[in-house]
């Protein structure tokens, strides 16, 4: 019986590099066609959505003269009234955490800033009357009724077109502020710092106002053990008319006259503070140092055509050679191996072939 020479199949060459990147030329109208639809979709976005303008505003938070107060108060020499200002929380070094620009940053993005900003009235770019006003939370196109619902949803749509940067090296903040008019935009920035410059004053004067107070009761205190330290030395001299011949009556002639020179030093830097903070509550505002207000501005931030066409067609090549290359290696796998594809695609045509009949007649 004659040997039987099996025959041998063809030999089926990898897929390489340089296979795979001549698949993908060979699909040249798929990557032609996917840049086509991208660059169109693009502009028509440009054209449908409307446009977006933004303004950027900054400042820079001025430290109160409270905030100096530690400074002052460490420079002190008795130990004893640095240890009593530590204690009254007048000796903090670095100043205020509120002074901070990240304080600002946050402030900026707080619900109750937003909220009040929502309330603001400002010219309303939807009407022709010059000088008609709208809150701006009616100028805003919010898909709600509900006057609640308007306002939580206003405070998503301010959070996220309006951001803040902080730079502590400089103490400066920056806020951007976008929006479809571009007289909302420059309004709404600018309304934004008078929003922060309202609580700077009002934090600040209510901060001077329970200082003024707290001193005030520490002052009356310490005037009564002034008097007391007073009267005891007095009482003291009074009695003891030969303290100096007695090495015990010495010793306490010398504490006593400490005690009263400590007192007396104590009143005299409360007195003089109460008088500082007397001033802080009705002089200092503590306003910030506007660096850039807003102005309106001419040309939309978005669409800019110079930076959306060249984007858009690299995309659509992008989105066009993966597409090309994942067909690329389809076929590839489809002829490594057949018998799977078939399956592949028989049970794909069995899916689509069961979700086009209708649901009654698959019931029944």
């Known amino acids: 019986m004659p040997d039987v020479v099996p025959i041998a199949e063809p030999s089926l060459e990898p897929l390489t590099l340089a296979l795979w990147t001549a698949g993908v030329l060979n699909r040249w109208r798929t990557v032609i066609v996917s840049t086509i639809c991208v660059l169109v979709l693009a502009l028509l976005s440009a054209v449908i959505l409307p446009p977006v303008y933004r303004v950027t505003v900054s400042f820079a938070p001025n430290p109160s003269s409270s905030s100096k107060l530690g400074g002052a108060i460490s420079s002190l020499s008795s130990g004893a009234l640095s240890s009593l200002a530590g204690g009254m929380g007048l000796g903090s070094v670095g100043g205020e955490p509120t002074e901070s620009p990240e304080f600002y940053a946050e402030l900026m993005q707080s619900r109750e800033l937003l909220t009040r900003l929502l309330l603001t009235k400002m010219p309303d770019p939807r009407k022709d009357v010059r000088g008609d006003s709208a809150r701006l939370v009616d100028i805003m196109k919010l898909r709600s009724t509900d006057p609640a619902r308007r306002i939580e949803l206003g405070v998503k749509e301010l959070g996220k077109s309006m951001t803040t940067e902080s730079n502590v090296r400089t103490n400066l903040i920056k806020v951007t502020v976008e929006n479809r008019y571009p007289t909302v935009a420059s309004r709404e920035a600018n309304a934004a710092l008078a929003l922060v410059n309202s609580f700077n004053l009002e934090q600040r004067t209510s901060r001077a106002r329970a200082k003024r107070i707290y001193l005030e009761g520490r002052t009356a205190q310490a005037k009564t053990d002034l008097g007391t330290a007073q009267a005891r030395y007095r009482d003291f001299l009074s009695s003891n008319r030969q303290w100096r011949l007695s090495p015990t009556l010495s010793s306490d002639e010398e504490t006593l006259r400490r005690n009263e020179d400590v007192a007396s030093e104590l009143y005299l830097s409360l007195e003089k503070q109460v008088e500082s903070a007397k001033l802080d509550e009705f002089n200092d505002a503590a306003l910030i140092t506007v660096v850039d207000s807003a102005v309106t501005p001419i040309k939309p931030y978005w669409p800019r055509f110079s930076l959306l066409i060249p984007g858009a067609m690299l995309l659509g090549i992008f989105i066009g050679i993966t597409?090309?290359?994942?067909?690329?290696?389809?076929?590839?796998?489809?002829?490594?191996?057949?018998?799977?594809?078939?399956?592949?695609?028989?049970?794909?045509?069995?899916?689509?072939?069961?979700?086009?009949?209708?649901?009654?007649?698959?019931?029944?």
Do not use: F, H
């Not at 489809?334 to 086009?356: C, G, N, V, Y």
């Open 323 to 364: 597409i090309a290359g994942v067909a690329t290696v389809y076929t590839d796998w489809s002829r490594r191996e057949p018998m799977a594809a078939r399956k592949l695609a028989s049970a794909i045509r069995r899916r689509k072939a069961r979700s086009d009949v209708p649901p009654v007649a698959r019931r029944a």
